[in-house]
């Protein structure tokens, strides 16, 4: 009887030990992650005048968003980045992933060479792709179309062509770190099934299609998702190439919360977009916690 | 010669016995050119950077060629000193250095806590951070900038430090490598009134050191390449002897609204690579590996 108290009481404090530890850690998260997004959803309903809270305004400020002609642009935008993005961001690392683990020689030389671009600073390389894409035949990719006979396009100056442009940049620099996710995931499946696979018959397309391909899905289910979350964070890309342009053709969710903070210093405006924008992931994020948890368990 | 090795192939579609067929061996050499060309896609913007930044501005805007025409170093040196960038690396290497102390250690102990300690109700907070994982912080920028400057942290590194410790992937990277060290090892510690600060110092720490550099190389990279956060924080910040305290990604970013001539902006960001680059060609191993493996369970 003493015994188990005694054992109890030393259970608390390793529990307190334990707290202690994590305290420093979670005083920052709260400070840094979590208390921003909740002062988020009380600045939306609030007005302010610089950083200052004047008054309430209940839902005026969500209004005031979902007015916005910019809004709309930046909203049918998204739409236009999500479906760029699935057919070229999502796709691209799976198939790097599959060629790459085809290769013998020099697999280590490729893995790390498409991992590159992720470790570039992304200022950087907006700036290298922004002269790529300069129109006239001076432009990087013009001079290399020139090599082959075609005429100098305009690229980021149509509307059309903008948003899938910025994905494509986008996923040249993501595209080697899932394609690595992909390859650990492709070397983890055992050799017996191709080897019963081949027994059968099956070439290697077959093998392709009904062992590589379902083997993968589940981590392509998460990848799926956080390419869709990635598509909301766009902002500097945008922003930098032609500022939301050409005539709002490639404006984005963010790039539109940042004019809102740091142009019109409309800080309750800013939060009501992102309170928008944040419902918007947390539903996808629970979709993403679903998967991963059915992946964890199978 | 090429193919021979492919009879040591462990995964993968094509298996050794594969090789044999003409057939196979044309889609294995094809593999082997695409991912050639994959590589170059991903290097060429970066070499192509360096070639570019030796130009005047009048071959820059005039001829239409990849290469320059001379290598003079002396054209880089002059953009280094008018842009003052000794003063931007200084200020970039007080912030990547903060940042990766604080990433290790304050990321390093929550894991610890949520990983190995689990006190009573750690669940609340693993939940919490998994979820901050999915959030973008950018989301809350308003606020957190909001809350930096009515606590006077603004135009100082503090805030830009201590950020890096609230970071749910690292903290996720810890603690999946603290579960898999040997519970034996813990419980042993304990079964010895080992405390809980003795067991992080004397078990913890000295098994940790693979995942303790692979965290600090992401934090200093990331760091490096941040800079919406510390362009609102520096802005305008002085040092008590006058020189500017913005880092080189916040200049880089100061080019959006300040005209520069194209072949500035391309030297700035040819400097801006470099850091990068160097630790990649050094740490290449722990950082793909680490990419790798960090996300592999989602």
């Known amino acids: 009887m003493k015994a188990a108290k005694v054992k109890k009481e030393k259970f608390r404090k390793r529990d307190l030990m334990g707290w202690l530890v994590m305290l420093p850690t979670l005083i920052l998260f709260a400070f840094f992650v979590w208390e921003p997004l909740i002062e988020n959803i009380r600045l939306s309903f609030c007005t302010t005048k610089m950083y200052e809270v ?24 998204t739409f236009a980045y999500t479906f760029w993005s699935l057919i070229i961001g999502f796709l691209v690392p799976i198939i790097m992933g599959i060629l790459i683990s085809e290769t013998v020689r020099g697999k280590s030389l490729f893995r790390v060479g498409v991992y590159f671009p992720n470790i570039m600073p992304s200022l950087a390389t907006i700036w290298i792709w922004s002269y790529f894409f300069l ?5 990087v990719l013009n001079i290399i179309l020139g090599w082959f006979g075609i005429e100098p396009q305009v690229w980021l100056n149509n509307p059309k062509w903008t948003i899938p442009l910025i994905i494509i940049t986008l996923t040249w620099k993501s595209a080697g770190s899932t394609a690595l996710i992909y390859m650990a995931n492709i070397s ?8 019963a696979a081949t027994i059968d018959g099956a070439s ?4 392709i299609r009904h062992i590589t391909i379902p083997s993968i899905t589940g981590i392509a289910k998460t990848m799926l998702i956080m390419q869709i979350i990635s598509v909301f964070q766009i902002l500097y890309e945008p922003m930098i190439f032609k500022n939301g342009g050409p005539n709002n053709a490639s404006i984005s969710l963010m790039m539109l919360m940042y004019r809102y903070g740091y142009r019109d210093y409309n800080v309750a405006k800013a939060s009501a977009l992102s309170v928008i924008v944040s419902l918007i992931l947390i ?8 998967a991963t948890a059915k992946r964890n368990d199978e | 010669m090429f193919f021979e090795k492919y009879k040591d192939k462990k995964d993968g ?3 050794g016995y594969d090789i044999r067929s003409p057939k196979t061996k044309v889609i294995a050499v094809i593999i082997m050119l695409i991912c050639i060309l994959m590589v170059c ?35 880089m040196a002059e953009t280094w000193n008018a842009f003052k960038f000794t003063t931007y690396y200084k200020n970039s290497l007080i912030h990547v250095a903060g940042a990766m102390i604080c990433a290790v250690v304050f990321n390093g102990l929550l894991a610890y806590g949520l990983g190995v300690l689990k006190p009573k109700g750690h669940k609340i907070a693993l939940g919490l951070v998994m979820w901050s994982l999915l959030i973008p912080s950018i989301i809350s920028i308003v606020p957190l900038f909001r809350n930096i400057n009515n606590l006077g942290l603004s135009k100082s590194f503090i805030p830009l430090w201590f950020v890096y410790g609230a970071n749910a992937f690292y903290v ?23 405390g809980v600060w003795r067991m992080f110092v004397s078990i913890m720490l000295p098994l940790s050191k693979p995942i303790i550099m692979v965290v600090a190389i992401f934090a200093v990279t990331a760091a490096w390449s941040d800079f919406l956060l510390p362009y609102l924080v520096l802005q305008q910040a002085k040092w008590p002897d006058n020189t500017t305290m913005e880092t080189v990604m916040v200049k880089l970013f100061s080019f959006k609204d300040t005209p520069t001539d194209a072949v500035s902006v391309l030297r700035a960001s040819f400097f801006a690579i470099i850091p990068p680059t160097i630790i990649f060609i050094i740490f290449q191993k722990q950082i793909t590996d680490g990419a790798a493996s960090g996300a592999v369970k989602g």
């Open chain 2, 172 to 194: 996720m990277l810890f603690k999946q490598f603290f579960e898999e060290i040997p519970k034996e090892l813990t419980e042993a510690a304990k079964l010895d009134g080992c």
């Open chain 2, 41 to 75: 896609i991903c290097l060429f913007p970066a070499v192509w950077v360096f070639l570019a930044s030796f130009k005047d501005i009048k071959e820059f805007t005039r001829e239409v060629s990849i290469l320059p025409e001379a290598f003079e170093w002396s054209r």
């Open chain 1, 54 to 77: 004047t008054g309430f305004a209940g839902l005026k400020n969500y209004i005031a968003v979902v007015n916005d002609v910019d809004f709309m642009a930046a909203f049918k935008n």
């Open chain 1, 283 to 290: 539903v996808l994020s629970g979709i993403y916690m679903k």
């Open chain 1, 188 to 195: 983890g499946i055992s050799p017996d099934l191709y080897e």
């Open chain 1, 135 to 139: 129109p006239g035949e001076t432009g």
């Open chain 1, 204 to 207: 290697i397309m077959q093998r």
């Open chain 2, 13 to 15: 579609v094509i298996r």
